[in-house]
């Protein structure tokens, strides 16, 4: 499996500071035709550290399942709800992590 993408956090312990990682894994078609897209939290204290599946009838749907579930995943976190989880410096909320992990609206191309 290899990493597709993969986001940096700061967990700030006391006075120490650790990385945290979220990782999107390539999507792959899987044996009855559906397709698979993982997602793996690494770094954080109560998560397993292993890839979990998101499903899609191809390789998009599998990873927009993945990508869309990746912020109430972290949410879940004890670095999120103890207030220790930041990204670029600022502290993650309720409030600013989905803007933090949106995919977003991409503006038009103009040629």
């Known amino acids: ?3 597709l993408a ?9 006075s120490a500071v650790r990385a ?3 990782c999107v894994f390539q999507p792959s078609e899987a044996a009855n035709g559906d397709w698979i897209c993982r997602l793996q939290l690494r770094g954080f204290w109560d998560t397993d550290d292993q ?3 998101y499903w899609g009838v ?4 599998a990873l927009i399942h993945a990508m869309k ?3 109430t995943v972290i949410a879940g976190t004890a670095e999120f709800t103890g207030g220790r989880l930041r990204f670029l410096g600022e502290t993650l909320t309720p409030a600013n992590l989905c803007d933090v992990m949106q995919i977003g609206y991409p503006s038009m191309e103009t040629r």
């Open 20 to 22: 945290a990682d979220v």
């Open 58 to 61: 191809d390789a998009w749907q």
């Open 51 to 53: 890839p979990h599946a």
């Open 6 to 14: 993969a986001r940096r956090f700061e967990v700030v312990d006391d």
């Open 1 to 3: 499996m290899d990493v």
């Open 69 to 71: 579930i990746a912020p």
